[in-house]
C-alpha cells in the first residue's frame, strides 16, 4: 500500500450511492474498486488485494458476515467500514466485535465516512513493515535465507514451490516473491486448491463458458486468466485431483490453458508459484502425484523453517501482533509482561504463526491487565510443566537445564508425531536413551514396530 493511494473495496449494491461514493473517494486519492454484490466481493477481494473495505451490511446475495470471512480468510485482517441501516446496527457493533474497523449508520455525511477511512488508511500505513527483506519475511537466518533466494529468482519465469508446515507463512513468501521483481504492479491471485469442492475446481482455476454445464448462466473468468501477467499462487497443491493436474501441467508446458467447455486456447503468461504442507515426493511414490507435474514445479524449491526452529522470529511476531491488536481492540498501551516471552520461546507452536496470532488476539481482547503475560497467552497449558514457570526466575542452574531439556524433546516429539526413532533421529541421541528420558520427564510418545 502507497500512503497516498490506498486500494479500497467498496462494496455497495445502490447505483446512485455507490456512483457518487466512488466518485468522492477518487477524488480523496483513494484506488477505488467498487463491486455491487458479495459475490463480486469476494473475486475483487483476491483480485485487488485491498488495503480497506467499505461495505453495506445487507446485500442482494448476503451481507457484511460473508464480506467480512472472505477478506479475513482471503486477504488477512484489514480495516472494514460497514455501512448499516438503523436496524442492522446490533449486527453491525457485532462485527466490529468480530474484528471489523467501524461502522457509520445510514444517512450518514460522507465527510464522516472519509474522516473514518482516514483514520483507519493511517492505522494500515503504520502497521505496514519497512519494504526490507527482513522485516517482510522474518529476521531468523532461516527467513533472510529465503528472502535472499526469492530475490534472485524474482525476475525469472521459474516455477517456484514453497514447502512448510501450515501457518509456516508460504503465503507471505510467495507475495515477497511476487513484489520482489518487476511483477510488484501486477496482479497476484491466491487459491486454496484444499478449499475447492471438486464439482467446482476446473471452472474457478481455468473458468467456464455460458452452458459449458447446468447452471453454468454466463461465462465465468478463471484464476489463471485474472492472473494475467502477475503471478498465480496454488496453496495445498498437493490436494489437486488428477485430471487437474494434467491441466495444470499443460498450462505450465505450452503457456496455453482452454475454459471449461471453451474450443479457443488461451494464452497464459503469468507465474506460477506452488505451495504445500504435503510430501510430493511420497505422493509421487503412492501414485496420487504426477511425476512430470512434480519435476515441473519443483524447479526451485524452498522450505520455510516452522516458527519453533525461528525464536528471533516469535518475538518478532509476538511484539508486532501485540501492537496490532492492541490498537484494534483499542488498548494501544499494552505491552509484554516479563514471563510472556521466555514462555513463548518455550512453546512447541503446531499452528505456527497462525497460532501466534489466535494466541495473542485471545489474550488482548480477554486481558484485564495493561500487560500480557503467560497465563494469558497459554491458559490451556498452566499444568503441563515446570518448564513454564522456571524460566527467567532464580532457580538452580540443573533445573533450568532440565527444563529447557524437556521443552526441547517435546517439540521434537510434535514435529515427528510422537515416533521415538524419527525423534531419536532429530536429536542425535540413540531410541534407548530418548526413551529414558522420556519417562524421566513424563512425556509420551509412541514405539516404533521393532520397539525402542
Given at each position: 500500500m502507497t500512503e497516498t493511494r490506498p486500494n479500497l473495496l467498496l462494496v455497495e449494491d445502490d447505483e446512485i450511492l455507490g456512483a457518487s461514493?466512488?466518485?468522492?473517494?477518487?477524488?480523496e486519492r483513494f484506488a477505488v474498486t467498487?463491486?455491487?454484490?458479495?459475490?463480486?466481493?469476494?473475486?475483487?477481494?483476491?483480485?485487488?488485494?485491498?488495503?480497506?473495505?467499505?461495505?453495506?451490511?445487507?446485500?442482494?446475495?448476503?451481507?457484511?458476515?460473508?464480506v467480512m470471512r472472505d477478506q479475513f480468510r482471503a486477504g488477512g485482517m484489514v480495516p472494514i467500514v460497514f455501512m448499516t441501516a438503523f436496524g442492522s446496527i446490533d449486527q453491525a457493533v457485532r462485527l466490529v466485535r468480530e474484528g471489523a474497523w467501524n461502522y457509520i449508520?445510514?444517512?450518514?455525511?460522507?465527510?464522516?465516512?472519509?474522516?473514518?477511512?482516514?483514520?483507519?488508511?493511517?492505522r494500515v500505513r503504520d502497521a505496514a513493515p519497512p519494504p526490507d527483506a527482513a522485516s517482510a519475511l522474518g529476521v531468523s537466518p532461516q527467513m533472510q535465507d529465503l528472502a535472499r533466494t526469492l530475490s534472485r529468482v524474482a525476475n525469472t519465469d521459474l516455477p517456484v514451490l514453497l514447502l512448510g508446515q501450515t501457518g509456516t507463512g508460504k503465503e507471505v513468501a510467495a507475495r515477497y516473491l511476487h513484489g520482489a521483481g518487476e511483477r510488484?504492479?501486477?496482479?497476484?491471485?491466491?487459491?486454496?486448491c484444499g478449499a475447492l469442492q471438486p464439482e467446482l475446481a476446473e471452472s474457478i482455476i481455468f473458468g467456464h463458458e455460458k452452458g459449458a454445464f447446468t447452471g453454468a448462466a454466463a461465462s465465468h473468468v478463471g484464476v489463471a486468466e485474472e492472473a494475467g501477467t502477475g503471478t498465480l499462487f496454488l496453496d495445498e497443491v498437493g490436494e489437486l485431483p488428477l485430471s487437474l493436474q494434467v491441466k495444470l501441467l499443460r498450462l505450465l508446458e505450452t503457456g496455453e490453458f482452454r475454459r471449461l467447455g471453451g474450443k479457443q486456447n488461451l494464452a497464459f503468461r503469468g507465474r506460477v508459484v506452488c505451495a504445500t504442507n504435503r510430501d510430493l515426493a511420497a505422493?509421487?511414490?503412492?501414485?496420487?502425484?504426477?511425476?512430470?507435474?512434480?519435476?515441473?514445479?519443483n524447479v526451485v524449491s524452498c522450505t520455510l523453517a516452522p516458527l519453533s526452529e525461528r525464536p528471533l522470529d516469535v518475538e518478532r511476531h509476538l511484539k508486532r501482533r501485540l501492537e496490532e491488536a492492541a490498537a484494534r481492540f483499542g488498548r494501544p498501551d499494552m505491552a509484554l509482561g516479563p514471563d510472556a516471552l521466555p514462555r513463548a520461546r518455550l512453546h512447541g507452536w503446531p499452528g505456527n504463526v497462525r497460532e501466534l496470532i489466535n494466541r495473542v488476539d485471545r489474550a488482548v481482547a480477554l486481558s484485564e491487565g495493561p500487560e500480557i503475560h503467560a497465563a494469558d497467552l497459554f491458559p490451556d497449558q498452566q499444568r503441563q510443566g515446570a518448564e513454564v514457570s522456571l524460566i527467567g526466575a532464580e532457580v538452580p542452574l540443573s533445573e533450568a537445564r532440565e527444563a529447557a531439556e524437556r521443552a526441547h524433546i517435546k517439540r521434537a516429539l510434535e514435529r515427528a508425531d510422537g515416533v521415538a526413532s524419527e525423534t531419536a533421529k532429530r536429536l542425535g541421541i540413540s531410541r534407548t536413551t530418548l526413551w529414558e528420558k522420556m519417562t524421566r520427564y513424563g512425556l509420551a510418545g509412541r514405539s516404533d514396530p521393532d520397539g525402542p
Amino acid at each position: 500500500m502507497t500512503e497516498t493511494r490506498p486500494n479500497l473495496l467498496l462494496v455497495e449494491d445502490d447505483e446512485i450511492l455507490g456512483a457518487s461514493l466512488e466518485d468522492r473517494l477518487t477524488l480523496e486519492r483513494f484506488a477505488v474498486t467498487w463491486v455491487r454484490s458479495a459475490r463480486e466481493a469476494a473475486r475483487a477481494i483476491r483480485r485487488a488485494r485491498p488495503d480497506l473495505v467499505v461495505c453495506d451490511i445487507r446485500l442482494p446475495d448476503g451481507d457484511g458476515d460473508d464480506v467480512m470471512r472472505d477478506q479475513f480468510r482471503a486477504g488477512g485482517m484489514v480495516p472494514i467500514v460497514f455501512m448499516t441501516a438503523f436496524g442492522s446496527i446490533d449486527q453491525a457493533v457485532r462485527l466490529v466485535r468480530e474484528g471489523a474497523w467501524n461502522y457509520i449508520t445510514k444517512p450518514f455525511e460522507v465527510e464522516a465516512l472519509i474522516e473514518t477511512l482516514e483514520a483507519a488508511a493511517k492505522r494500515v500505513r503504520d502497521a505496514a513493515p519497512p519494504p526490507d527483506a527482513a522485516s517482510a519475511l522474518g529476521v531468523s537466518p532461516q527467513m533472510q535465507d529465503l528472502a535472499r533466494t526469492l530475490s534472485r529468482v524474482a525476475n525469472t519465469d521459474l516455477p517456484v514451490l514453497l514447502l512448510g508446515q501450515t501457518g509456516t507463512g508460504k503465503e507471505v513468501a510467495a507475495r515477497y516473491l511476487h513484489g520482489a521483481g518487476e511483477r510488484a504492479g501486477r496482479p497476484f491471485v491466491a487459491v486454496n486448491c484444499g478449499a475447492l469442492q471438486p464439482e467446482l475446481a476446473e471452472s474457478i482455476i481455468f473458468g467456464h463458458e455460458k452452458g459449458a454445464f447446468t447452471g453454468a448462466a454466463a461465462s465465468h473468468v478463471g484464476v489463471a486468466e485474472e492472473a494475467g501477467t502477475g503471478t498465480l499462487f496454488l496453496d495445498e497443491v498437493g490436494e489437486l485431483p488428477l485430471s487437474l493436474q494434467v491441466k495444470l501441467l499443460r498450462l505450465l508446458e505450452t503457456g496455453e490453458f482452454r475454459r471449461l467447455g471453451g474450443k479457443q486456447n488461451l494464452a497464459f503468461r503469468g507465474r506460477v508459484v506452488c505451495a504445500t504442507n504435503r510430501d510430493l515426493a511420497a505422493m509421487v511414490a503412492d501414485g496420487s502425484f504426477r511425476e512430470d507435474l512434480w519435476f515441473r514445479i519443483n524447479v526451485v524449491s524452498c522450505t520455510l523453517a516452522p516458527l519453533s526452529e525461528r525464536p528471533l522470529d516469535v518475538e518478532r511476531h509476538l511484539k508486532r501482533r501485540l501492537e496490532e491488536a492492541a490498537a484494534r481492540f483499542g488498548r494501544p498501551d499494552m505491552a509484554l509482561g516479563p514471563d510472556a516471552l521466555p514462555r513463548a520461546r518455550l512453546h512447541g507452536w503446531p499452528g505456527n504463526v497462525r497460532e501466534l496470532i489466535n494466541r495473542v488476539d485471545r489474550a488482548v481482547a480477554l486481558s484485564e491487565g495493561p500487560e500480557i503475560h503467560a497465563a494469558d497467552l497459554f491458559p490451556d497449558q498452566q499444568r503441563q510443566g515446570a518448564e513454564v514457570s522456571l524460566i527467567g526466575a532464580e532457580v538452580p542452574l540443573s533445573e533450568a537445564r532440565e527444563a529447557a531439556e524437556r521443552a526441547h524433546i517435546k517439540r521434537a516429539l510434535e514435529r515427528a508425531d510422537g515416533v521415538a526413532s524419527e525423534t531419536a533421529k532429530r536429536l542425535g541421541i540413540s531410541r534407548t536413551t530418548l526413551w529414558e528420558k522420556m519417562t524421566r520427564y513424563g512425556l509420551a510418545g509412541r514405539s516404533d514396530p521393532d520397539g525402542p
